[in-house]
């Protein structure tokens, strides 16, 4: 019983995620989420008391599963200007391939329990920047900055620059490489 709880929620959860990619948050309704998981309304309703609870859970789902795929990107690299440039290429470069989902995962009007997890994710985009450059001001590869700081700024450049690309469905050819050099000179990448 408790197996297949835990597959509907899953079927639930995916539906969910595959309507935000094609539609948006303001795409999608309990009942096609319901109808794309091959499950009853109610039973959405048993698993997420409310649709906030349910895009909560899908905006965790999707945002680490990007989370994740930035960081080993990163972890290839071995110098932080290559692995600074890693995150943003992945970033975008995923952003870009899956432009509906990335406009709401990015800056799509939600309910406040779902504009919060964005902030959850921005943060952990945050993190892992800020040891990359931390790493860099130890060794030397990067001036002496505030790690939190610059990571926060890099973090709300990225997705801001993503944003009006992704609104207006332009596939954004000079975006990465303008972009990563931006923020290689922000960070005092040294050229």
């Known amino acids: 019983m408790k197996a297949r709880l835990s597959a509907s929620r899953e079927r639930i959860i995916a539906a969910a995620l595959e309507i935000m990619a094609g539609h948006g948050y303001a795409g999608c309704s309990v009942a096609a989420v319901a109808e794309r998981a091959g499950v009853a309304t109610g039973s959405v309703y048993r698993h997420f008391p409310t649709k906030a609870d349910l895009f909560a859970e899908v905006f965790r789902t999707a945002s680490q599963r990007e989370v994740d795929a930035v960081a080993r990107a990163a972890a290839l690299e071995t110098t932080v200007a290559e692995r600074v440039s890693a995150i943003i ?25 779902v504009d919060a997890e964005r902030l959850v994710f921005r943060r952990a985009y945050a993190e892992l920047i800020a040891g990359y450059v931390a790493s860099g001001v130890a060794s030397g590869e990067l001036p002496p900055q505030d790690p939190e700081l610059t990571a926060t700024a890099v973090v709300g450049a990225l997705a801001e620059a993503m944003v009006g690309p992704l609104a207006a469905g332009v596939a954004g050819g000079s975006t990465i490489p303008s972009l990563t050099t931006f923020i290689h000179r922000a960070l005092g990448v040294s050229p």
């Open 89 to 113: 290429e992945t970033f975008s470069g995923r952003a870009l391939q899956s432009p509906r989902l990335a406009y709401a995962l990015l800056a799509e009007p939600v309910d406040p329990a």
